[in-house]
Each structure stands twice: as C-alpha cells, then as structure tokens.
C-alpha cells in the first residue's frame, strides 16, 4: 500500500527556513508525481508546489522565489525547501502523491490519492 510521511516542520521564526521531508513507501518517487499542500486554520487546503515528470516543478504565486520542491530518488524522499519564511506561510502542510501525471502536475486535492498526516509549520516571532 503506497504510504507518504512528512517531517520536519517546527517554529520559525519570520525570515527562516525549513525543510520538510516526504518520505514514500509503496511506489517510487521517480515515476510519481509528488506535491505539496498546506491548510491554515480556517481556510481551505491549497496547493503549495508540485513536481512532475522529468523534474518539472510548479509553484503557487506565494511560493514562487521563496520555496523549492524537488525529490532523492536514493532515499525515496521529496522535499520541500522553504526560505523567507513568512507569517502567513503558517499552516499544516501535506505531501500527496499521485501515478505518472507527466510534466504538467494537478493543483487539485481530487488530483493526488495518497496523502499524508500533515506536519506543521509556524512562523512567529
């Protein structure tokens, strides 16, 4: 049974980085497409990044400069590498997975069948 599983997230501070870890079990992430989504108290889960086949990674407009997606096809792991963290970057953030999509990666929740507990992030001072 594919399984995902986030780490990584804590508190940090306005300014600081993070990088979560997503760890598969069941398939490989080289032939998957892999993403990131997050939900804030209160609002709606939103897609963070994605990435797909041949490494092409899209990023939401307020992820864009600041966070990078990428996957080790030796340790089975996506991550998501956030800089510049800011206050409103607060939120439980998803890995989800989904089979090959090719290059273009669904920004839908219907998009992804397998998901994780969620690990979260605060930026605070």
Same mark, same amino acid.
């Given at each position: 049974?594919?399984?995902? *599983? ?5 508190? *940090?501070q ?5 990088r ?8 490989? *992430?080289?032939?998957?497409t ?14 963070v990044s ?9 990023y ?6 600041r966070?990078?997606?990428?996957t080790?096809?030796a340790?089975?792991?996506a ?12 939120? *439980? ?8 999509t ?20 605060t930026?605070?001072?």
């Open positions: 049974q594919p399984q995902v *599983v986030e780490s990584g997230g804590g508190l *940090v306005p300014g600081g980085s993070l979560l870890s997503c760890l598969a079990s069941g398939f490989s *992430v080289k032939y998957y892999m993403a990131w989504f997050r939900q804030a108290p209160g609002k709606e889960r939103e897609p994605c990435i797909g086949s041949g490494d092409s990674a899209q939401a407009d307020s992820a864009k400069g966070f990078t997606i990428s080790d096809n340790k089975n792991t991550y998501l590498q956030m800089n510049n963290l800011k206050p409103e970057d607060t939120a *439980v953030y998803y890995c989800a997975a989904t089979g090959p090719g290059p273009d990666c669904p920004s839908s929740i219907s998009g992804y069948s397998y998901w994780g507990q969620g690990t979260q992030v930026v605070s001072s």
